[in-house]
């Protein structure tokens, strides 16, 4: 990697551990308002001293993001289609330009595969093609192993297949979801794996033990959304997780953080 390459990723992964908390608020490019999101700013305002990066649209970035922040943003660039056009998401194209992703500062772009989809093939190319021009200038790509409504169908031999295609073509970097035998998906992936969120968990031991398990299985962080700031302490819940991720915290001493966080709020 060139250096330029190699830096903006250092500022995601952190490498003073070696891990990464992601902030995921890309949500809206397909889902729209939904709930907690409906006002991206004020959503991010209290999390982003807390995040290791942002991954969300160039609209978010440009409108409700304080451009006096230090924290890297990861720059969503695919999309195309919206919740309305039914379960087939993954007819998504490149939407946004690497010269735009330059102009906002980004530390890296991503865009989603549809592995075993019938956009397979176009969105695997969509990705090659993006390597090629982020490798050309220096930013780092995420590739997001997509799995629409299907997530539990999806195993870890699904996910490794997903993940390691993206790796073939030259993500320098993928995110997948947490499933069991994780340490396949892991093992078998020769660039750093970030955990998504995916939909909201039940309860704040559920997000820790989960992201603990991630960590413990080859992981290198996590890249949630709903299970932050969809929760009624989202300031608490990422401290949570970053002690998690980079502390070795247990899922029990970070629920006691979660808690503390909380009482010291209120």
Known sequence: MDWGLRNRLNRIIRPETGRAVMLAL????FLGPISRLERPGATIEPLLPHADALMLTRGVLRNCVSP????PMVLRVSGGRSILAGEDLSDEGLATSLEDA??????AVALSIY???RHERETIL??????DE?????LPVLAVTAVGKELEKRDARYLALACRIAAEFGAHFVK?????DFQKVSGSCPVPVVIAGGPKLETEMDVFRMARAAIDQGAVGVDMGRNIWQNPHPVAMIRAVRAVVHEGASPDDALLLFEHVKRSAE
């Not at 006096?68 to 924290?71: G, I, P």
């Not at 982020?134 to 220096?138: C, D, S």
């Not at 997948?176 to 069991?180: E, K, L």
């Open 102 to 107: 330059l102009r906002l500062n980004a530390c």
């Open 115 to 117: 592995v075993g989809s």
């Open 26 to 29: 890309d949500h809206g490019y």
């Open 68 to 71: 006096a922040t230090a924290t």
């Open 134 to 138: 982020g490798t050309r200038l220096g």
């Open 176 to 180: 997948t979801y947490f499933c069991d």
């Open 126 to 131: 969509n990705l090659s093609r993006l390597v």
